[in-house]
């Protein structure tokens, strides 16, 4: 049979299928039916991870801008414990990674603990989209390109809740809302003068909540070569989260942080440009910009390779944990890291964005001095972690193994929506879909899969980035996830849960070196304090404590002897060190306090 | 087709979306394969569409703008990334998954389909399972009639030595 009788074929066949289909109720038409309830708008943010950082006005960023101001006071919609609001109604919402902020002058809402109170519901399910708002925006100053509005007004209902910006920057597209991939407008998506058009790979954002029953008004400060757009959307939201903050612990206000010695210095990824250390055995903590780390590269990603923090993207550097020497390890759009230590995978797109054109892999030392020879990826590809020998990589036919010398595998595991969250010398733990309703844990070698499940304890739902690490030995795998924290066993999937962490936050995991003890923390980008904690497989004691600092992702455990360098003592209050807003960061060197 | 002629009375925008939904549901399962991901860019093609229903209602074919907005979206990276996300949501805290129609699990041809340049594969998506003219696959992708047939004569040589069966030439 030829293509085209195939075709044909195909066709009637899937419109067959089709003519059995009910005919949804139209999303417009939903937004009226829902009951009252500005419940869990931050189950979104707890469920991605979103960046969501909430500044006091006066840090706003450099340069080109965004900026979303909410023009009406909610007079409805308020959480029920007021004390939570804000002391002051002028917050700013800083995007670092896109370059643009949200002024809120009134009546908004700071970030996830102070809505906590209002946001614990019962179980339900996330329903529809509320309300779909898009925006144009203002296409540059060119005298060829059109010029479209500049401002736009979302009349939101008190069941409606804002939760997300989306920027892109257009296709040229005769209308505004059909645009195309492939940059961030922060990167300077070029505005074509001839056809009007540009490109962007700005990707899905969530940290914006607005309670509803208000007036949003969106407009656009974006530069003359760049076309762009803002999407808001409004959400309805209800789920099973529950969302109050962690309690802090009662932390002695000197002495260790954990109450005895831990011997580690935790080392966390500050989103922009640095890291953040803290040595909870003497509340000394310090605050200090990484040479070649940048902002922007995501997922929040802390890679030690050897004795080496392997940092930035488009430029890739090694920065010696000791020496703090840099080493540039080459041009590359991204990095991976590689199962083999000493080295990690360099992945590079021909059109110097992920996933815009073709990519090549190659692995590297240290030193910058190449492994294995530069070669294709194929397929659409997004290389995720490094197996032995290659990369697990996120496809349209799922997860599937990459060799340099063989390209990819024939079988994948999972389907398209699959998500790689963890890899050790011989195990991957996958996602199979990226909610991850189920986690599973393959054997490399035998290719046995076992399952994490809910009958073990483990309720799925790890949004929010590279939330499992393999414990050093690989035979336990940490999950840290909205639906809290627990422990597989590698070989056969039965997990235990870890009673006493919170069940509400986006959280990191790092194992101590010996693979005894498990450290882990709440994602506190953007905010003034992050939940740490101390699991102790052996006795399974947990210790939890509070830090009044902020700007905290994926992190790692040193030894204090190697973490020296990271650490000052200033004798001052952690308040003292600049803020971390804004990109660059603008810092230099090393801010020291204690805490 | 912002020069569409704005010559007819406005249709009820419920009965255009009940008379579209499943041709268009299947033209966002062809390009994007997956069926929350295709449910999402179906809804957010018709909620775009009902936003500017007042113009686009008037336009001789509404349907060929929605079809444009699918067929734009299914083959955008980041566009189904976020139809991804929000399927995602939906799924991720429990809501029923219905059953999955997916013709990559049953009809192979539309996968290889999938992989063709995007031009190409709407082009293909369009002529055959929406049964569309050249001229309106034209009008839908706003590109020349010419351009229609050389992505529909390159998708059907690039299938056909794909799937390892006999070239053919024109339709």
């Known amino acids: 049979m030829d293509v085209d009788a195939r075709l044909r074929r195909a066709a009637l066949e899937l419109q067959s299928s089709l003519a059995e289909e009910p005919v949804p109720n139209a999303a417009h038409r939903l937004r009226r039916r829902w009951p009252a309830a500005v419940l869990s708008a931050a189950v979104a943010l707890a469920l991605v991870g979103g960046v969501a950082a909430l500044t006091r006005s006066g840090n706003a960023p450099t340069g080109a801008a965004t900026t979303i101001t909410s023009t009406a006071p909610a007079t409805t919609a308020t959480p029920s414990n007021p004390s939570t609001l804000p002391p002051d109604d002028s917050l700013t919402y800083t995007n670092t990674h896109h370059g643009f ?51 736009a007004l979302l009349d939101m209902t008190a069941n409606d809740v804002l939760i997300s910006v989306v920027l892109g920057a257009g296709d040229g597209e005769p209308w505004p809302s059909t645009f195309g991939p492939d940059s961030f407008p922060d990167r300077e998506a070029p505005l074509d003068a001839e056809t009007c058009s540009g490109r962007s790979d700005l990707t899905y954002r969530y940290g914006v909540f607005v309670l ?35 309690p802090p612990s009662a932390e002695p206000a000197t002495g260790p942080l954990f109450g005895d010695d831990s011997d580690v210095v935790l080392l966390f990824d500050d989103g922009i440009d640095g890291v953040l250390a803290i040595d909870p055995d003497t509340r000394i903590g ?96 997004y290389p995720q972690l490094g197996v032995p020998g290659g990369l697990a990589v996120r496809t349209e036919d799922g997860i599937r193994l990459w060799y340099p010398a063989t390209g990819l595998s024939d079988v994948g595991f999972g389907d398209s929506l699959a998500v790689v969250v963890g890899a050790s010398e011989d195990h991957l733990a996958y996602c199979p879909s990226t909610d991850c309703a189920e986690m599973r844990i393959i054997n490399l070698t035998t290719q046995e899969t076992v399952i994490v499940s809910d009958e073990t304890g483990f309720s799925g739902r790890l949004f929010g980035g590279p939330s499992a690490r393999f414990s050093p030995d690989g035979s336990r795998l940490a999950i840290a996830s ?34 005894r003890r498990l450290y882990v923390a709440t994602y506190s980008y953007g905010t003034t304090n992050t939940t740490i904690g101390r699991y102790d497989t052996a006795t399974g004691d947990l210790v939890t404590a509070w830090l009044p600092l902020g700007g905290a992702l994926d992190f790692i455990v040193l030894e204090p002897a190697e973490a020296a360098g990271y650490l000052q003592d200033d004798d001052q209050p952690p308040g003292a060190c600049p803020a971390v807003a804004g990109m660059p960061s603008g810092r230099t060197g090393i801010c020291g306090f204690r805490f | 087709m912002e020069n569409l002629p704005l010559v007819r009375g406005v249709e009820d925008f419920d009965s255009f979306y009940r008379r579209e939904y499943r041709a268009v549901l299947g033209l966002a399962l062809v390009l994007s394969r997956n069926r929350p991901i295709a449910e999402e860019l179906t809804q957010e093609a018709f909620l ?116 390892n069966v006999e070239g053919e030439h024109g339709r």
């Open chain 1, 482 to 515: 909205a639906g809290g924290l627990v422990i597989a066993n590698t070989d056969t999937g039965s997990a235990r849960r870890v009673d006493g962490w919170p069940v509400d936050r986006s959280t990191y995991v790092a194992w101590s070196a010996d693979g």
């Open chain 1, 286 to 381: 310090s605050r200090r910009v990484i040479p070649g780390q940048v902002a922007g590269d995501q997922p929040y990603r802390l890679t030690r390779v050897g004795d080496k923090l392997v940092v930035g993207w488009s430029t890739v550097y090694a920065d010696d944990i000791i020496s703090d020497e840099s080493t540039r390890l080459g041009n590359a759009t991204i990095y991976v890291p590689a199962a083999e230590p000493d080295r990690v995978w360099l992945v590079k797109w021909s059109g110097d964005r992920i996933g815009q054109g073709t990519a090549t892999a190659w692995q590297v030392d240290m030193s910058g001095q190449a492994i294995t020879e530069p070669s294709e990826l194929g397929a659409d590809g």
């Open chain 2, 48 to 163: 775009a569409t009902f936003r500017r229903w007042d113009r686009v209602g008037r336009m001789e074919n509404p349907g060929a703008w929605v079809r444009r907005v699918v067929a734009n979206r299914s083959v955008s990276t980041f566009r189904r990334a976020t139809a991804e996300t929000k399927a995602l949501l939906r799924l991720a805290t429990g809501a029923q998954r219905r059953a999955v129609l997916d013709p990559a699990e049953s009809v192979d041809i539309w996968r290889e389909v999938r992989r063709l340049p995007h031009r190409q594969a709407q082009v293909v998506a369009l002529t055959y399972l929406d049964g569309a003219t050249r001229r309106e696959v034209a009008e839908i992708l706003g590109c020349s009639e010419e351009t229609v047939k050389t992505h529909l004569q390159r998708a059907r040589q690039t299938l056909s030595n794909r799937l």
């Open chain 1, 101 to 151: 902020e949200v002024t809120y002058p009134a009546g908004w809402y700071r970030a996830q603990e102070p809505l906590a109170p209002a946001l614990t519901s019962p179980p339900q399910e996330v329903q529809e989209v509320l309300s779909l708002a898009t925006f144009p925006l203002r296409i540059g100053q060119r005298s060829k390109c059109p010029e479209v509005p500049l401002t």
């Open chain 1, 212 to 246: 509803g029953d208000r007036q949003v008004q969106v407009f656009t400060a974006f530069g003359d070569n760049v076309a762009a757009e803002v999407e808001t959307e409004a959400w309805h939201i209800l789920d099973s989260f529950t969302l109050a903050p962690a």
